[in-house]
């Protein structure tokens, strides 16, 4: 089991020690140092204010804060939770991707999902009933122009002729791409060209404003793997070799003094006999000081005894 971090700015309005590079490369040192496997961050480039004042966060570009921890670590995965691909064109995402990749040693993972946020969609030109489209067609050419010179796209939203972008990333065949989303669809799209799914926690009311399917125990989770399973069978893809991340029903959050290291560990156990191989464990955004507490606490309680 490998755990990663989402940075913790999870709040409108923000903590503003947490929006700063300083900040960042903090966070991203004391995960690595406590044991953890990879740090990311959301995307949201337009959240609407109706959004934010609802629950949602404000967000810093994935990719450059991703260049900030990148700098101050050696080992950490670099994996955004999630970039949202029909926002941005392709050959960009690639170039980005493959940058972080180059410059971090081959640390970038592209976890990406369709999105879900309509106003968002309207405020950056994108036609959000074509968002299944568009992100198939991204998935097909960030692998085209990652692994190949002078390659030709044909796409009902893309098309390329004779494209070259180096430098390539350094990992082979590519960056992993992870898979983002709790459908069905989500897992075909794995299944054909993923190499990780990462769902997330969804009771119904939190599923029906994703837009997505609510996966709220371990039952619908189980349920979630043996489809992807099946799919990747009749794909012919080795499911065995994708990676799957969820977060941790048992045990309470880390950040909570009432936090239970056994009950955690307990279901810790139960997740990877599932198949989960990425646990995303949540940081507290109240104080930097406060999020490094709680790394350095799941390091020695978890970790270590993991």
Not at 56 to 79: E, K, Q, S, Y
Request: charged fraction near 20%; hydrophobic fraction near 45%; proline fraction near 7%.
């Amino acid at each position: 089991m490998r755990f990663t971090i989402t940075y913790p700015m999870h709040s409108h309005p923000y903590n503003p020690e947490l929006a700063a590079g300083e900040g960042i490369a903090t966070v991203a040192a004391a995960a690595e140092a406590a044991g953890f496997h990879g740090v990311g961050f959301t995307d949201h480039p337009a959240p609407s204010q109706r959004w934010l004042e609802a629950g949602g966060h404000d967000a810093l570009d994935p990719f450059v804060a991703l260049g900030f921890a990148a700098a101050r670590t050696a080992t950490l995965r670099l994996i955004p939770n999630i970039v949202v691909l029909p926002y941005r064109n392709p050959f960009v995402v690639a170039k980005s991707g493959a940058t972080l990749d180059l410059l971090s040693g081959g640390r970038f993972t592209l976890a990406a999902g369709v999105g879900y946020l309509k106003r968002e969609f309207a405020a950056l030109g994108v036609n959000y009933d074509e968002r299944a489209e568009l992100f198939e067609e991204a998935l097909q050419a960030i692998r085209a122009i990652w692994t190949a010179d002078d390659i030709s796209f044909e796409g009902k939203h893309f098309t390329a002729r004779g494209i070259t972008a180096h430098p390539r990333p350094i990992s082979r065949p590519h960056p992993p791409i992870w898979i983002g989303g709790n459908t069905g669809a989500a897992r075909q799209r794995v299944a054909q060209y993923g190499d990780g799914w990462c769902p997330f926690p969804a009771p119904p009311q939190l599923a029906h404003t994703a837009r997505t399917a609510a996966i709220d125990s371990a039952q619908r989770l189980t349920a979630g793997i043996e489809d992807l399973r099946r799919r990747c069978d009749a794909a012919g893809r080795d499911w065995s070799a994708v990676d799957i991340t969820f977060t941790n029903f048992e045990g309470g959050s880390p950040a909570d003094d009432r936090f239970n290291a056994d009950a955690y560990l307990d279901g810790l156990e139960k997740l990877a006999a599932l198949g989960v191989t990425w646990l995303s464990v949540g940081l507290p955004g109240d104080s930097i000081a406060h999020a490094l507490e709680t790394l350095e606490r799941f390091g020695a309680l978890v970790i270590n005894a993991a």
